[in-house]
């Protein structure tokens, strides 16, 4: 089992920044790579950035190319994301999720979730 609790979330204004933290636990030599992923009321979960924990490969989806970063540290307990020139579409619940596959975008590869948290962005 991989316990994951992520942190950081809140309401901030448009362009602000927010940096979300995931604490992972566990049986972390299972897991290849981590993930964040978003979903917004009356929508479907979104892939929003992957990293592997090996070589720190990254991957971001194309909505927040060049504004979110994903990060880890070495010890394979923190995963971060920080996100920078937040949108109103940017809002929704954002969850860390953790894979045994290297560097999927698919929600179906990630087989322990966090209980998510709440990002909100005023116009």
């Known amino acids: 089992q991989v316990q994951l609790v992520e942190s950081g979330g809140g309401l901030v204004q448009t362009g602000g920044s927010l940096r979300l933290s995931c604490a992972v636990s566990?049986?972390?030599?299972?897991?290849?790579?981590m993930g964040w992923f978003r979903q917004a009321p009356g929508k479907e979960r979104e892939f929003v950035a992957v990293?592997?924990?090996?070589?720190?490969?990254?991957s971001y989806a194309d909505s927040v190319k060049g504004r979110f970063t994903i990060s880890r540290d070495n010890g394979k307990t923190t995963v971060y994301l920080q996100m920078n020139g937040l949108k109103p579409e940017d809002t929704a619940v954002y969850y860390c999720a953790a894979s045994s596959y290297a560097l999927s975008r698919s929600s179906y590869d990630f087989g322990y979730w966090g209980q998510g948290t709440q990002v909100t962005v005023s116009s």
């Open positions: 990293i592997s924990w090996s070589s720190g490969t990254t």
């Open positions: 566990g049986r972390t030599f299972s897991s290849r790579s």
